[in-house]
């Protein structure tokens, strides 16, 4: 996993949360921050996840050569 990706989508995120928050911002537009949003935070997630296995699959090899 790239740090600096995962830190993006994340702060892209916030971005569009503040945008959601703006109260003139229309339904229209509100739905398509909306689907953005919920796209960037499942891939940060899939991120994670992967990098949690990764850390995991390190730590098992390390315990087996001990």
Same mark, same amino acid.
């Given at each position: /996993?790239?740090?600096? !990706? ?6 892209? $995120? ?6 959601? /928050? !703006?109260?003139?911002? +229309?339904?229209? !537009? $509100? /739905? %398509?921050?909306y ?7 499942? #891939?940060?997630?899939? /991120?994670? #996840?992967?990098? %949690?296995? *990764?850390? #995991? #699959?390190?730590?098992? +090899? !390390?315990? *087996? *050569? $001990?």
């Amino acid at each position: /996993m790239k740090v600096k !990706d995962f830190e993006k989508k994340i702060e892209i $995120s916030k971005e569009i949360l503040e945008k959601l /928050m !703006d109260p003139s911002i +229309t339904l229209e !537009d $509100s /739905m %398509k921050l909306y689907k953005e949003g919920v796209k960037e935070l499942k #891939e940060a997630s899939k /991120m994670l #996840e992967n990098a %949690k296995v *990764e850390f #995991e #699959e390190l730590s098992k +090899t !390390d315990k *087996e *050569e $001990s």
